[in-house]
């Protein structure tokens, strides 16, 4: 009896495949300590074909994918650089950004379009101080004279 609880055993836990892991926990490259997920990369794609990120990539080409892990990469260096420069952006500068952007629409156009897009307010948000970040960053970069040759203003890299 005790035998062919083992043989169960054993057949049960060599025949099950381990199960897949998340997209964000599948790491696609890493810079300065800055990991780059699976989910970032499809998230990029989707975005660049102006889609939500719920959407489904599977059909990116091999020049799609480069392209959208150049560009991530390059964000994480702009960004590890950033932090080594001390930039950062206040709360008060993301909500001056939203408001710019919500003169551009009538009264809750700006949250309409954005559930249209396929997002919400919070998430619009993380992402808009990311870019300003990112713009702050990039900017303080090349005014130092920090120019890194991928990252160039003539897009020469």
Do not use: H, Y
């Not at 699976?38 to 975005?47: M, P, T, W, Y």
């Not at 001390?86 to 009264?107: A, H, L, M, T, W």
Request: hydrophobic residues 40%; positive net charge.
């Amino acid at each position: 009896m005790a035998l062919a609880a083992a043989l169960a055993a054993l057949i049960f836990s060599c025949s099950r495949e381990p199960a897949p892991r998340p997209d964000s926990d599948v790491v696609v490259a890493e810079v300065n300590g800055a990991r780059i997920s699976l989910k970032d990369l499809k998230n990029e794609i989707a975005a660049r074909r102006g889609l939500s990120p719920s959407v489904s990539t599977k059909s990116a080409g091999r020049g799609e994918v480069q392209d959208a892990l150049r560009i991530l990469i390059e964000r994480a260096v702009v960004v590890s650089e950033g932090e080594r420069l001390g930039v950062s952006v206040s709360g008060s500068e993301v909500e001056k950004e939203i408001e710019r952007f919500r003169s551009d629409f009538p009264p809750g156009g700006l949250e309409k379009a954005l559930l249209q897009a396929g997002t919400d307010m919070e998430n619009w948000r993380a992402g808009l101080a990311r870019s300003l970040l990112f713009r702050r960053r990039k900017w303080t970069m090349f005014s130092a004279g920090g120019r890194n040759s991928c990252l160039s203003p003539s897009g020469s890299g």
